[in-house]
């Protein structure tokens, strides 16, 4: 039996990958990667060998049967996503959960991840949060924000440069102008920033400011 390693991979900055990462990556039989040239930088930057194959939402369907049964002929794999924990609004939970379904052994590595770091440092309560990624993009969009608005923990999501601005303005509908808002932003990287006050004030200094790269966004919960 071989054995499945979800390794987490750095969300900027390459100081953040782990030596046993590392380790994993390089003594593993094959490595499912989400983008292929993506994951070759980091590979090549830490000196890594082993090969890749394409392990994408638009393909994880089809191959899942196939990986399983090469995992229970005795290959080690690892999957590894463009950035942070492989599942987190990424590729991965159909092949764990195929893995765990046929005794597979399944390891997830602890590594990097962008909404733990937006979270702490957004001062919002972090004792109880509720993590709800991408919110739907037209569907049952409205019917998720009226839900939401009535949660009483800190929310985490997941948002795109061009639909923030859409978002903090429905949160200012929803939510009210005067709830806590913190939008973490570029991560690690070089122009990392975070920009916490009302939905209203951070809506407005968005508007002002439109913004760029990846972004986390961290919403007090209703009292």
């Keep these: 039996m071989g054995k499945l390693y979800l390794v987490p991979t750095p969300i900027g900055n390459l100081e953040d990958m782990t030596f046993r990462a590392v380790r994993v990556l390089k003594e593993v039989d094959v490595i499912l990667a989400e983008d292929t ?27 899942v049967d196939t990986l399983v049964e090469r995992l229970k002929a005795g ?14 609004s990424d590729p991965g939970f159909l092949l764990t959960r195929a893995c765990v379904a046929q005794d597979v052994p399944v390891a997830c590595l602890p590594g990097a991840t962008a909404f733990v770091p937006a979270l702490v440092n957004s001062g919002l309560p ?3 949060f509720v993590f709800e990624g991408f919110l739907p993009i037209k569907k049952g969009r409205q019917t998720r924000l009226q839900l939401l608005a009535e ?34 932003r570029e991560l690690t990287k070089l122009y990392e920033e975070t920009v916490r006050g009302t939905a209203a004030s951070v809506l407005e200094h968005y ?4 913004p760029k790269g990846e972004i986390v966004l961290v919403i007090g919960g209703k009292k």
């Design 151 to 184: 949660e009483p923990r800190t929310i985490i999501l997941y948002e795109s440069p061009h639909k923030l601005l859409k978002t903090l303005s429905q949160l200012v509908s929803f939510f009210g102008e005067d709830r806590p808002v913190s939008v973490s």
């Design 75 to 88: 290959q080690t794999m690892a999957l590894i996503s463009d950035a942070g924990t492989p599942a987190i």
């Design 37 to 63: 040239r993506t994951s070759g930088k980091l590979l090549q930057h830490f000196d890594i060998g082993t090969p890749m194959q394409s392990h994408h939402m638009h393909n994880e369907h089809k191959t």
């Design 207 to 210: 508007t002002a400011k439109p």
């Design 126 to 128: 972090n004792d109880r």
